[in-house]
């Protein structure tokens, strides 16, 4: 590939129990082209996603990375991982295994808010329900609102995507706004904001 990807000096890297929140590598980009390939990943989005576009989303979260000081981190196992595969089997993920990104990104401007980031994953259907989600966003959360200082934080999905709500709720998000999205089909179109604000956190953070 190219010298953007496996520039770990130049990204700040985010860790939590389970999870390294990290650069991207040009190793990440065969599991991150079959996650986007896979319909039960991409149910609440449009269509699948061409390989194409997925490198290319790869080097732009990079790029936002090293540019920024934060974005959406690739998102790496620090243990192995058991789940069940798609024959009903009892498997392993290795340690040091890529799993997708969590992180924060801008809004678009199609979502009707005055915030300016929001805290978005995508993870490999192999960890679902195993709360690496929840343990991810709260890392980003803790880093916009305790290093970066951001007075605002949002988080946007469909209306009908449940997992991804719970989730926003978990970190400490309430609904904010149910909104029309003006550029996305019929079957995506109702969509909810979350949101949370840092004096928010801070009383989360205190135990309030």
Same mark, same amino acid.
């Given at each position: 590939?190219?010298?953007?990807?496996?520039?770990?000096?130049?990204?700040?890297?985010?860790?939590?129990?389970?999870?390294?929140?990290?650069?991207?590598?040009?190793?990440?980009?065969?599991?991150?082209?079959?996650?986007?390939?896979?319909?039960?990943?991409?149910?609440?989005?449009?269509?699948?996603?061409?390989?194409?576009?997925?490198?290319?989303?790869?080097?732009?979260?990079?790029?936002?990375?090293?540019?920024?000081?934060?974005?959406?981190?690739?998102?790496?196992?620090?243990?192995?991982?058991?789940?069940?595969?798609?024959?009903?089997?009892?498997?392993?993920?290795?340690?040091?295994?890529?799993?997708?990104?969590?992180?924060?990104?801008?809004?678009?401007?199609?979502?009707?808010? +005055?915030?300016?980031?929001?805290?978005?994953? #995508?993870?490999?259907? %192999?960890?679902? &329900? !195993? =709360?690496?989600?929840?343990?991810?966003?709260?890392?980003?959360?803790?880093?916009?609102?305790?290093?970066?200082?951001?007075?605002?934080?949002?988080?946007?999905?469909?209306?009908?995507?449940?997992?991804?709500?719970?989730?926003?709720?978990?970190?400490?998000?309430?609904?904010?706004?149910?909104?029309?999205?003006?550029?996305?089909?019929?079957?995506?179109? +109702?969509?909810?904001?979350?949101?949370?604000? #840092?004096?928010?956190? %801070?009383?989360? &953070? !205190? =135990?309030?």
């Amino acid at each position: 590939m190219t010298a953007e990807f496996d520039r770990d000096d130049d990204v700040f890297m985010l860790e939590t129990e389970r999870i390294l929140l990290r650069g991207w590598h040009e190793d990440d980009l065969h599991d991150w082209i079959a996650m986007n390939s896979d319909p039960e990943v991409r149910q609440y989005f449009p269509s699948v996603q061409s390989p194409e576009k997925s490198v290319e989303q790869a080097l732009e979260f990079q790029d936002e990375l090293v540019s920024t000081g934060f974005g959406l981190w690739a998102a790496e196992t620090k243990d192995a991982v058991a789940y069940i595969d798609d024959r009903g089997k009892p498997a392993i993920l290795p340690p040091a295994t890529f799993i997708g990104f969590i992180g924060l990104h801008p809004l678009p401007a199609e979502v009707p808010t +005055d915030i300016s980031y929001e805290i978005g994953w #995508r993870l490999t259907k %192999e960890v679902w &329900n !195993q =709360g690496l989600a929840t343990e991810g966003a709260r890392a980003a959360r803790d880093y916009a609102f305790g290093i970066e200082r951001l007075g605002h934080l949002g988080s946007y999905t469909t209306a009908d995507n449940a997992p991804s709500r719970r989730v926003m709720e978990k970190i400490g998000m309430h609904l904010e706004r149910e909104f029309t999205h003006p550029t996305l089909p019929d079957a995506q179109k +109702d969509c909810v904001l979350y949101a949370m604000n #840092r004096h928010e956190w %801070e009383l989360t &953070n !205190q =135990g309030v």
